[in-house]
């Protein structure tokens, strides 16, 4: 199969595993579960955050991943965090070699939010690491953001869920400003000529690719990469190269 | 892993190789949303890449009391290729004396299905404005594509039996409510349900399929709102057999659209 394949491979970079809020029809959203959906593609690499995270709960995010994912290496952990105890959270980030984090602010059980007067000491480690921080735009104030990049420009931030209304005016000024900001292309980004365009204004190096897991369709975030019309290599670059390359160059 | 030949043909990024035709797609001045694309050559090359043979097309303005506008557009823009390209007749449901003359302009441009959506005027489906597009409709034995969202499905159940000769398409379904979906299609045999939503939530073709409607789907995108490769995907990768795939994806509605066998 895998000579057939459009791309070298697919690395999705937004897969959540664990027991959601409501349950799914369908399986549980554990290992096996995500192995056979990604095996029909195949989807050979992820970044897998827990469904513990959407309560902010970085301790049972943590920990329920690590079990969850025990035992194989194609799936990598993201690592929850949150902004107090930064030392802590590096030396088990260190532990347990998870190469990306992921942060969940303006949630109401741990309140905090991305400026950085709050999470400065967060962004000065993640900038100095080069560890990717993962962020929904659902739970993400555009505002707070740009300020955050502001004082941090090297931080390196990949934001998930971007809306699939049209063209997105706030999206796409973050782009303009901060060249560390990178976009995954996911099921519901679903957006006529998008990739494309997205692609000749910024660069495909800044986007990277996912599937929505195990909410959405996977097949339908292969064909909307493999007909967006993008060229070979750019195609290449998202679908894999460029979570790579970022995953590559963290220094832990 | 087996995969079937739409599959195989999917994942090496190559035009499908069977009947596809998209039911639900809007173009032309004054969408919603802010585009990256809106010209029917964009709407070809995306066609040409997915395999997509038609695509019928209802205009942006026809949709919001604008069909005049849309009318003229509408005549540039399947002049491109009208082999390919098709117009749904849209009316400005509000207005009632501008109805009859433009289902009948529409008519005259050679469209042969009617489109209506609930938030042009904020009217329900059951307003006697709409009596006479149904009457039009019926008249012609034309299909309709109607937008919903689950709740106009109570608005629309009377008018089933009352214009038997339209084949009344419910546009996203299965986005809420889908047992009530499920339902208007069993129980009326000129109800038929159009896929595209762009949430792509999982299994929700595999479901219809499961209700015993494989011939009474039919497959839609919603380009240029929406992204035509995303949504093929819910269907080229559902687990269903490769002959529910066919029908899906283009042998109903050249049956139900064009008014042919495939």
């Known amino acids: 199969m895998k000579n057939e394949l459009l791309v070298e491979r697919l690395f999705a970079c937004d897969a959540v595993i664990g027991r959601p809020q409501v349950p799914f029809p369908g399986p549980e959203p554990v290992l096996e579960d995500l192995r056979r959906r990604f095996e029909r593609f195949p989807i050979e690499r992820a970044l897998v955050r827990s469904a513990a995270g959407n309560y902010a709960l970085h301790d049972l995010a943590n920990q329920t991943l690590i079990r969850h994912l025990a035992g194989q290496d194609a799936y990598e952990g993201v690592y929850q965090i949150d902004p107090l105890d930064v030392p802590e959270h590096f030396a088990r980030i260190r532990q347990y070699r998870m190469r990306s984090v992921s942060l969940k602010p303006n949630n109401s059980y741990r309140p905090f939010c991305l400026f950085p007067w709050c999470c400065g000491d967060l962004y000065k480690m993640l900038e100095e690491k080069k560890i990717p921080l993962l962020l929904e735009w659902g739970s993400t104030v555009p505002n707070e953001l740009h300020e955050a990049m502001t004082a941090f420009p090297g931080l390196r931030v990949i934001m998930l869920s971007i809306p699939r209304s049209g063209r997105q005016c706030m999206v796409e000024a973050l782009m303009r400003q901060h060249k560390e900001l990178y976009l995954c292309l996911h099921t519901r980004f679903s957006v006529f000529g998008g990739y494309p365009a997205l692609c000749r204004e910024f660069g495909s190096h800044r986007f990277v690719w996912g599937c929505g897991y195990p909410e959405t369709e996977e097949g339908s975030a292969v064909t909307g990469l493999f007909y967006s019309g993008l060229d070979q290599a750019s195609l290449e670059a998202v679908a894999h190269g460029n979570i790579e390359r970022l995953l590559s160059e963290v220094e832990l | ?262």
Request: proline share 3%; with cysteine.
């Open chain 2, 1 to 262: 892993m087996k995969h079937d030949i739409l599959e195989e043909r999917a994942l090496k990024g190559l035009p499908l190789n069977c009947l596809v035709i998209d039911a639900h797609a809007h173009i032309g001045t004054g969408s919603y949303f802010p585009l990256y694309a809106n010209t029917a050559r964009s709407f070809l090359e995306c066609m040409d890449r997915t395999g997509c043979s038609k695509c019928f097309i209802s205009h942006y303005s026809g949709l919001i009391n604008y069909t005049d506008l849309a009318l003229e557009e509408m005549k540039e823009i399947i002049a491109v290729c009208p082999d390919r390209l098709h117009g749904y007749i849209t009316a400005d449901v509000a207005y009632e004396k501008d109805i009859a003359r433009q289902l009948q302009a529409g008519y005259d441009l050679g469209f042969r299905a009617v489109k209506i959506h609930v938030s042009s005027s904020g009217l329900p489906y059951s307003h006697p404005n709409y009596d006479r597009i149904y009457a039009f409709t019926d008249e012609h034995r034309m299909p309709m594509l109607i937008h919903t969202w689950g709740n106009e499905l109570k608005d629309l159940e009377g008018q089933y039996e009352k214009y038997p000769h339209i084949s009344f398409i419910l546009g996203h379904a299965g986005c809420c409510m889908k047992e009530e979906y499920v339902r208007h299609a069993r129980t009326y045999p000129n109800v038929f349900l159009e896929t595209c939503f762009s949430a792509s939530p999982k299994g929700l073709i595999e479901y219809f399929v499961r209700q015993g409607l494989t011939d009474k789907l039919l497959w839609g995108s919603d380009m240029n709102f929406y992204n035509s490769e995303h949504q093929i995907g819910r269907v080229v990768f559902a687990e269903i057999s490769l002959e529910d795939k066919y029908k899906i994806l283009g042998r109903n509605a050249a049956r139900i659209l064009l008014n042919r066998e495939a």
